[in-house]
């Protein structure tokens, strides 16, 4: 099978192209809105998407303080070699809506950083699952780290993988801030 499968040569190629604005003036965007307003005009498309979302095909649903939902389709050019979504691709998507859960609750002023994330994969993302949705939720946001968790669901409901983080939180360099509450 695998001999007759090389007579034919191989498959044709596929492409790709990704374009997108200038990341800098999407932080910089962000300096000047809390972090819900920020999401939330990233959402209107007010605010042009991080380059990484955009190059994984990384949608945004929906936001509200301290929850996030995002959608990527099971798409091939994210397979890995078994013909899978590739666990760096589900383990992106996890980090993203769980880092926008936490950003959603950040006063102006206020950033945050991934300190750890743990993956469960569940079962894997084939072409048949469809477009995949991951909600994030904060679990605990506390002046100096804030935790949050998600769960990753293929377009008919089944559970594919959970995910939690713990973030640091700071002040940005500018100095505006507003004071956080434990």
């Known amino acids: 099978m695998a001999d007759e499968a090389l007579s034919r040569g191989p498959a044709p190629s596929r492409t790709r192209i990704v374009q997108w604005d200038d990341p800098r003036s999407t932080a910089e965007a962000g300096r000047n809105l809390t972090g819900l307003d920020f999401l939330r005009s990233l959402i209107a498309r007010d605010i042009p998407a991080p380059p990484a979302i955009l190059l994984l095909g990384i949608e945004f649903v929906s936001v509200d303080?301290?929850?996030?939902?995002?959608?990527?389709?099971?798409?091939?050019?994210?397979?890995?070699?078994?013909g899978s979504v590739h666990g760096g691709a589900l383990a992106t998507l996890l980090d993203s809506v769980m880092g926008c859960a936490v950003h959603s609750t950040l006063p102006l002023g206020r950033g945050y950083t991934t300190l750890e994330f743990?993956?469960?994969?569940?079962?894997?993302?084939?072409?048949?699952?469809?477009?995949?949705?991951?909600?994030?939720?904060?679990?605990?946001?506390?002046?100096?780290q804030a935790v949050a968790e998600a769960r990753l669901s293929d377009a008919s409901g089944r559970?594919?993988?959970?995910?939690?983080?713990?973030?640091?939180?700071?002040n940005l360099p500018d100095g505006r801030s507003s004071p956080a509450a434990d």
């Open 65 to 82: 303080s301290g929850s996030a939902t995002m959608r990527m389709p099971a798409a091939e050019h994210l397979f890995n070699p078994l």
């Open 118 to 144: 743990k993956v469960n994969f569940l079962r894997a993302a084939t072409e048949r699952s469809g477009l995949l949705t991951a909600v994030g939720e904060v679990v605990h946001a506390g002046r100096q």
């Open 159 to 170: 559970l594919l993988a959970t995910a939690s983080t713990t973030c640091l939180l700071f």
